[in-house]
């Protein structure tokens, strides 16, 4: 995690449940939706704006997930060590 937030991508959400909260791209800020298509491109960053978890609906559903950085998953490689 950065002081940013945590580093973020999205992958497309298959199924969503009728009781999930969803925003629309719409109702980002200009500066989280440029940032959202990043991702959705298959960058990993930061992002204010967004949480891990969230269900954000263009013109397919997106599920925006937190990213291990690689100093964390070397460390949880050494505690499963």
């Not at 995690?1 to 629309?24: C, K, N, W, Y």
Request: aromatic share 2%.
């Amino acid at each position: 995690m950065t002081s940013d937030g945590p580093t973020l991508t999205v992958e497309r959400a298959a199924e969503v449940s009728e009781e999930t909260t969803v925003r629309h791209v719409d109702q980002l800020s200009d500066a989280t939706r440029r940032a959202l298509r990043t991702l959705a491109d298959g960058e990993t960053r930061p992002v204010p704006g967004l949480e891990a978890g969230e269900i954000v609906v263009a013109t397919t559903y997106y599920r925006v997930a937190c990213v291990e950085t690689p100093a964390e998953e070397a460390e949880a490689e050494t505690v499963r060590a």
